[in-house]
């Protein structure tokens, strides 16, 4: 395509549900960033791919949170037992090189809800 | 990654420049200086990039002294749709580095 494209745009979740959330990076693009946004903040790194490598996950805040990237293509970012701090806008960009001298692009996000 | 400090918010109205200053005295030799915006409902857009001295497209100028510690990003007559969050970022080039945003300035464009 010729963007960055999410799915699902919205998820609500109850509370202990398992979620997963995908991004269709730009084709040929070799970096792909997780980042969450919640409500009045900037993003915040969650982790970083180069191609199936995932080099940086740093930024995952605990071991609920899980993403992949296989084939260095498409990436999943998975919570399990979703809870309420986890609502948050979760946003994926990719970038053809990795490094600040490279435009990222970001796609819409996917907003996630837990009640 | 070098820290940055950017004013919360600005006022501005249709036709006129705004200059959204950024700090980042802990800059080093290798970062690059990167200006994102956001607007609601939507991921950040690349704006502008640059290393020293001005640069400029179609959209913003970027001006670095030659200290490097602050960056100015110049919106020339804004209009109502420039209303967004606009992220400062600074980092290196080696592809290990990953985007690091602070809170942004909510410019708001005022008719």
């Known amino acids: 395509g010729a963007g960055v494209s999410q799915s699902p745009r919205y998820k609500v979740a109850k509370r202990g549900q398992d979620v997963a959330l995908r991004c269709d990076p730009i084709s040929g693009h070799v970096s792909l960033f997780w980042y969450q946004q919640a409500l009045g903040q900037g993003p915040e790194f969650l982790t970083y791919f180069q191609n199936e490598a995932q080099l940086d996950k740093s930024g995952l805040p605990s071991d609920r949170f899980f993403a992949e990237r296989p084939e260095g293509s498409v990436s999943t970012l998975k919570i399990q037992r979703t809870q309420q701090e986890d609502s948050a806008v979760y946003l994926c960009a990719s970038s053809l090189t990795g490094g600040m001298n490279t435009e990222a692009f970001f796609g819409q996000g996917t907003r996630l809800t837990v009640v | 990654l070098a820290k940055t400090t950017q004013p919360i918010s600005m006022d501005s109205y249709e036709g006129q420049e705004v200059n959204i200053t950024c700090s980042h005295n802990?800059?080093?030799?290798?970062?690059?200086i990167t200006w994102y915006q956001q607007f609601p409902s939507q991921g950040p857009r690349f704006i502008i990039q640059g290393y020293k001295t001005k640069v400029t497209n179609e959209v913003a100028s970027l001006f670095i002294p030659a200290d490097r510690k602050s960056s100015t990003l110049s919106l020339p007559r804004v209009s109502l749709s420039d209303t967004a969050v606009y992220y400062c970022l600074v980092g290196a080039t080696r592809n290990t580095d990953k985007l690091i945003f602070g809170t942004g300035t909510r410019l708001q464009v005022f008719p």
């Open positions: 802990n800059i080093a030799t290798n970062d690059y």
